[in-house]
């Protein structure tokens, strides 16, 4: 074998191992990447059910339900299109109608999301990115000064 060969061939070993290397890494964070939707996006978007994602939008007006122990109910809304949220737990301090948040969890086989955390605005002028991106494109007229 000429010494040209042998770098070929050493070169086509090295790439070969470099793309399973890369394969395996993004096969191992597939479960770890979850994609920020608004609620126009998941009408649009055939998302399958169970798929973890994280859904943002503004707490709707008159939305907010309370059941059993800590299980709440309220709808996230990009002013174009509603998703109905449901969440067990202690819900943050500034979670209120009409406020930014973002949630995160499983979109549910009857469309209901099924959420595992919530996060809500920390202060009147601050609004998630995402959040604040979602509702310019649905046109909401109050989306949010980014600091």
Do not use: W
Not at 94 to 101: H, N
Not at 110 to 121: E, M, P, Q, T, Y
Not at 130 to 141: F, I, N, Q, S, T
């Amino acid at each position: 074998m000429t010494r040209k060969q042998r770098r070929s061939v050493l070169i086509g070993v090295c790439l070969a191992v470099l793309g399973l290397a890369v394969g395996l890494v993004l096969f191992a964070l597939e479960d770890s990447i979850v994609f920020f939707y608004s609620p126009s996006d998941v009408s649009e978007k055939n998302l399958k059910p169970g798929q973890r994602i994280r859904l943002g939008g503004l707490v709707e007006e008159g939305s907010v339900k309370r059941g059993e122990n800590t299980t709440v109910q309220f709808t996230v809304t990009d002013t174009a299109k509603t998703v109905s949220v449901m969440y067990t737990g202690v819900l943050p301090d500034l979670f209120r109608e009409g406020q930014g948040v973002v949630t995160e969890g499983r979109l549910g086989s009857d469309g209901v999301f099924v959420a595992d955390s919530v996060l809500a605005k920390h202060d009147e002028n601050y609004m998630p990115p995402e959040v604040a991106d979602a509702l310019k494109r649905a046109g909401h007229p109050d989306s949010g000064e980014q600091n």
